[in-house]
């Protein structure tokens, strides 16, 4: 990490020249601008500018109507863009260049743009410490590598994707070997970046990784998320190969997760843990989780935001299907990890890769917070496959989840009714979108035999 001081000594040496001011967009994409480092340190690390339309827009920067926030109608104006210096880091796979994390605020109040998602995350964040606790988590993110670069396969039209490898290689050293000329830069930059990779590992499908990052407090594991994502598209791209973190890219193929391990902290120690307890759960930690499963539907739309999302769910995949908790289960919605010890936690295997971490971490916690205040009680854990049995469903496509969150009082008492109907406007958007395409799998289906 840098300190101000220290970046301004670096600008002077020369050692740096460029400035990336990031602000998280609704998709959890890294938006901003390049500074000259000597504009920055002069002045521009108090404030820079925006369109506010980056908070209402789609995947492919489009500007659909039907936002309260911002519109055609009313210009599309700015946002101020808030660098938080306490952010401050080198970006070591760019040359001379450094980067700083932003608040987004309204251009004329100057407060906190609500539905933003670090604004939300960090709502969430400060009510727990109300509560006297700290939120801890940590993100697995996991994607897919290419043999072809990005721009090789889009102008071949997404078609006859070859992975980087050709076999599973979950835990395989051998196959990872063969894409350490990509994974080794990602570890060592990200590290050298102040973000605490713990290693990374072969996933289980050809071509899939998993990066893993340490612990920490909720909007540091968001950040780490968020900027390692980008890492590995652009380190990839620089050794001319794509990554992609489209949880389903092919039907015949293993999708691609991000589970969210969290647990409360309070005064330096785990709230979470209590050694009297048969699996080493504290009633904090009962009432949490018992939030977690019964708020699951409502939230599910921050976790898996897109039509493709609901592609991963699927029986016999690691995958869960079923709002259900299980001990060191790899198939259930919420897997218990660590029971019996001080690292007891709870792991969320719903999100998908293609999760704004901000938003499914602020979801996970308001439904924790919500088990809390109203003292739910947890019900024994499932055993055998939980994949079988009639407990509720995750929602199963996009439709069912905007209808979840746009009907969960608990998410607009938590976030806000402006909140919860801007991402339920961004659901709808995707809907819209992907209802109007024809796609190759009707045309193949019934192109001669309908």
């Known amino acids: 990490m840098l300190n101000f001081d220290t970046l301004k000594t670096q600008v002077a040496e020369g050692s740096v020249d460029t400035v990336l001011v990031c602000m998280v967009d609704m998709q959890g994409r890294l938006m901003g601008k390049r500074f000259h480092a000597g ?19 789609d995947l492919e920067m489009a500007t659909p109507d039907g936002y309260a926030s911002t519109s055609w109608e009313r210009g599309y ?38 539905h933003s998602p670090r604004a939300i995350l960090k709502k969430q964040v400060n009510r727990l410490k ?118 389903k890219w092919h039907h015949d193929r293993v999708g691609s997760s991000s589970h969210v391990h969290q647990s409360l902290w309070t005064d330096g120690q785990p ?46 995949t690691f995958a869960p299907t079923r709002i259900i908790w299980s001990v060191d289960n790899r198939t259930a919605g919420f897997r218990l990890c660590g029971d019996g010890t001080k690292a007891v936690r709870v792991e969320c295997r719903i999100p998908g890769s293609d999760m704004n971490p901000y938003l499914a971490i602020a979801g996970m916690l308001a439904a924790g917070i919500a088990g ?27 439709r069912a989840a905007r209808d979840a969150l746009h009907g969960s009082a608990m998410l607009r008492a938590a976030m806000g009714d402006d909140v919860v109907d801007h991402y339920v406007r961004a659901a709808e958007v995707e809907i819209e979108e992907f209802e109007r395409v024809v796609t190759d799998w009707e045309i193949a289906r019934g192109f001669e035999r309908a």
């Not at 002069?42 to 925006?50: D, I, L, P, Y």
């Not at 997404?158 to 050293?173: A, T, V």
């Open 77 to 114: 104006g700015d946002y101020v863009m808030k660098p938080d210096l306490s952010t401050l880091r080198p970006v070591p796979w760019l040359e001379g260049t450094v980067m700083v994390m932003c608040d987004v605020l309204d251009h004329h109040t100057h407060e906190e743009v609500p």
């Open 372 to 398: 809390i205040e109203e003292g739910l009680e947890l019900q024994p854990p499932t055993k055998g496959d939980v994949y079988q049995g009639d407990t509720g469903m995750i929602p199963g496509n996009l």
């Open 271 to 316: 709230a979470f843990f209590d050694k009297a307890d048969p699996l080493g759960m504290s009633d904090l930690m009962k009432n949490y989780m018992a939030g977690l499963l019964k708020y699951a539907a409502d939230y599910t739309y921050f976790m898996a935001p897109y039509i493709n999302s609901y592609k991963r769910f699927m029986k016999g």
């Open 39 to 57: 504009h920055f340190v002069a002045g521009a690390w108090e404030e820079t500018h925006c369109c506010n339309y980056l908070l209402a827009t």
């Open 130 to 247: 109300a509560m006297g606790y700290e939120a801890m988590c940590a993100t697995e993110l996991e994607f897919f590598l290419f043999e072809k670069s990005f721009d090789q396969i889009r102008k071949e039209g997404f078609r006859d994707l070859e992975p980087i490898s050709g076999y599973n290689e979950d835990y395989h050293i051998l196959q990872t070997t063969k894409e350490e000329h990509v994974m080794r830069p990602i570890r060592n930059h990200l590290w050298n970046a102040g973000i605490p990779v713990e290693n990374s590992k072969g996933e289980a499908e050809a071509g899939q990784e998993e990066l893993n990052i340490k612990y920490a407090p909720a909007m540091q594991t968001a950040e780490y998320h968020s900027i390692a994502k980008n890492a590995v598209k652009e380190i990839a791209w620089q050794y001319g190969h794509a990554a992609t973190f489209l949880p």
